[in-house]
């Protein structure tokens, strides 16, 4: 899925917006002035279209998560954890871990 502003496209074909979209277990929406993407796995990423994202996990992924969104544990202790396992000591060093291509 990608979204610039309200344009979103599922592997390459444009969403209309405002139309809801379903398939295969991948839900787009349009609630307010936000696009929201759920999938059947449990989780739903929501965009402003500008800086504002929120991601939502389903009770039934706790501790089942990792990368960007953490662990789910509630423990601050292991919120940061790299690919290889390690705790940055940083935000910036996290983040900057989990950078694709």
Same mark, same amino acid.
């Given at each position: 899925v990608v979204a610039e502003g309200q344009n979103v496209s599922v592997n390459g074909v444009a969403v209309p917006e405002g139309r809801p979209y379903l398939h295969k277990g991948l839900g787009v929406t349009w609630p *307010? !002035?936000?696009?929201?993407?759920? &999938? &059947?796995? *449990?989780?739903r990423v929501a965009w !402003? *279209?500008?800086?504002?994202? @929120?991601? @939502?996990?389903?009770?039934?992924?706790r501790g089942g998560t990792w990368g960007l969104c953490g662990t789910y544990t509630d423990d601050p202790a292991d919120d940061f954890v790299l690919p290889n396992g390690d705790i940055a000591a940083f935000a910036a060093t996290f983040g900057n871990a989990w950078k694709v291509p």
């Open positions: *307010g !002035d936000w696009v929201a993407v759920a &999938s &059947s796995l *449990g989780v !402003d *279209g500008h800086l504002a994202v @929120t991601v @939502t996990a389903e009770p039934e992924l």
